[in-house]
């Protein structure tokens, strides 16, 4: 079991974090956010967590609340990120935005898998590869396969989102990935019943969460199912990453699955994701596993 952290995100930085909070620089602006597994001390001052920080999110209820702004913090900016494999070269754009629901559209721990994916796609050996993004949020993962060559499927079951991820293809100079707004699921059994094949699939599903007509997905009750389905839609040649994050999810939970439905492999990796604090903490923020057959 492995534990992964980014190691050259630039535009990213965890400053320090505890008492169920974190202090991040996105680009050149600083945020204080919840942060349900930092249940240690801080340890820099309140007093230095305020100097730093350009806007804190206050909760007003499990899943909703408000962002207290300082000077001339904007709505929306933009951070970057760059891939170097080999000797092939490429960046992508994102657009952040403060949501009420306390994300600014960007997952940084995952920085790990979208280099993963970037170098897997250059590793198949095929023309034209294809990949399913599933649960694929503001869309960093399909960015990463479009700026490795391959044809990307895009899906999301709420509409906004696939908005907001279809600007982060036009910031960053690409085109001409496929949108889809479904449930995740019934897409999936879809696509086996045609008999289509992916050279790549990326899965990030959520705890739980709802298809855009009142589908329902629970992580734990659903994921055994969904993986034994993506199993039937992986060509001969091909990379997988599952990415879950839940409180209290194990990745030997994910290790035992992935043994029961897919054959060995000895590229197979399983273990966690963290983010490193400047401070000096290791903040975990997910489990994984990923495999290419190349």
């Excluded at 034209?128 to 479009?146: C, D, E, Q, R």
Aim: with cysteine.
């Amino acid at each position: 079991m492995r534990l992964l952290c980014p190691e050259n995100f630039a535009d990213y930085e965890l400053i320090d974090c505890g008492n169920f909070e974190k202090l991040e620089r996105f680009g050149k602006y600083v945020t204080i956010r919840p942060e349900p597994q930092a249940i240690w001390n801080k340890k820099l001052s309140e007093k230095d967590w305020e100097k730093k920080a350009d806007v804190r999110f206050v909760s007003k209820s499990s899943s909703a609340g408000m962002w207290q702004k300082k000077g001339n913090m904007p709505d929306q900016w933009t951070i970057n990120y760059s891939f170097n494999h080999l000797n092939h070269k490429a960046g992508i754009t994102l657009r952040l935005g403060l949501t009420s629901f306390k994300h600014v559209g960007v997952f940084p721990e995952q920085a790990v898998n979208w280099d993963f994916i970037f170098k897997s796609i250059k590793k198949i050996n095929h023309p034209n590869p294809k990949v399913l993004n599933l649960f694929a949020y503001t869309g960093a993962a399909s960015l990463a396969s479009k700026a490795a060559g391959a044809d990307v499927v895009h899906l999301d079951s709420i509409k906004q989102v696939v908005s907001w991820a279809r600007q982060n293809m036009e910031l960053s100079n690409l085109d001409n990935i496929r949108w889809l707004v479904e449930d995740a699921m019934t897409f999936v059994n879809r696509e086996v019943k045609r008999g289509n094949k992916y050279q790549g699939i990326i899965l990030d599903p959520p705890a739980y969460g709802h298809g855009p007509d009142g589908e329902s997905w629970k992580l734990e009750n659903m994921i055994n199912d969904m993986m034994g389905q993506v199993k039937k839609l992986l060509d001969k040649e091909h990379f997988l990453v599952l990415n879950t994050y839940s409180l209290g999810f194990s990745a030997l939970l994910i290790e035992n699955m992935m043994d029961t439905i897919f054959d060995k492999n000895k590229n197979r990796e399983f273990g966690e994701i963290y983010l490193p604090s400047t401070s000096g903490f290791k903040l975990p923020l997910g489990v994984y596993s990923r495999y290419v057959t190349s």
